[in-house]
């Protein structure tokens, strides 16, 4: 399998949550982000993909994941893009 990560991204896989868990917890992840980045580096952002399905393989969810992160980088970054 090949990993659609580059130098500064990473994945978070969370097994069998709700749906409202994985939104949760990216909505938590990018406030404990934030705060943190704005005592250290305040230019420094953090965007998100999330993707929440049964239905897809790994290389599926992946790439879908890596799709929707760009989307949040491209309209400004600092937010999470969900998938429909």
Same mark, same amino acid.
């Given at each position: 399998m090949s990993l659609p990560f580059g130098g500064d991204e990473f994945g978070? *896989? @969370?097994i069998n949550p709700f749906h409202h868990e994985c $939104?949760?917890?990216?909505?938590? *992840? @990018?406030?404990?982000?934030e705060k943190m980045a704005a $005592?250290?580096?305040?230019?420094?952002? @953090?965007?998100i993909g999330l993707?929440?399905?049964h239905e897809?393989?790994?290389n599926e969810l992946l790439e879908e994941a890596d799709k929707l992160l760009y989307h949040s980088k491209k309209?400004?970054?600092?937010?999470?893009?969900?998938a429909e």
């Open positions: 978070v *896989l @969370l $939104e949760q917890c990216a909505y938590d *992840l @990018l406030s404990a982000f $005592e250290i580096l305040p230019d420094l952002g @953090l965007s993707v929440h399905s897809m393989n790994m309209s400004g970054g600092r937010k999470i893009t969900k």
